[in-house]
């Protein structure tokens, strides 16, 4: 039963996704060539959704679903890592169109071509994995 309300909460981001248009190829394609507003208006109002709820739990001493102590460890000041990893992300949603979450969303709305890309990404994450332990983090 635990398992319901985080597919709940999947289902209803995807929605959000799809009926905000962020998982539109054309759109991810407008916001790489500066055509549109569209989907930075989408990843700004994130950001300040983010901001906002971060400053709410740390002013407040909120605490998780167990009753625990929320402990938001600071983040590095910008690195050269940041700026590598930024690179790998941008240039991978650029290219294919779609950043990680989309992916099962567009699998889910039949575009069966999605499928390579979501091999990619695993594959992606599996050579992370194995080389993780050799780069400067």
Not at 6 to 17: A, D, K
Not at 79 to 102: D, E, H, K, N, S
């Amino acid at each position: 039963m635990n398992v319901l309300k985080y597919l709940f909460v999947g289902f209803v981001f995807g929605i959000v996704l799809t009926k905000s248009e962020a998982v539109s190829w054309y759109r991810i394609y407008e916001m790489f060539q500066f055509d549109s507003f569209h989907m930075y208006g989408i990843i700004m109002t994130a950001i300040a959704t983010g901001v906002i709820g971060i400053q709410i739990i740390k002013r407040n001493q909120l605490k998780d679903i167990k009753g625990l102590p929320i402990v938001i460890q600071e983040k590095e000041k910008g690195t050269f890592r940041y700026w590598i990893g930024g690179l790998f992300f941008g240039l991978g949603w650029a290219l294919v169109g779609a950043c990680p979450g989309p992916i099962f969303i567009l699998l889910g709305s039949g575009f069966i071509s999605v499928i390579f890309i979501f091999f990619g990404a695993l594959l992606g994450t599996f050579i992370y994995g194995v080389v993780k332990d050799n780069l400067p983090h």
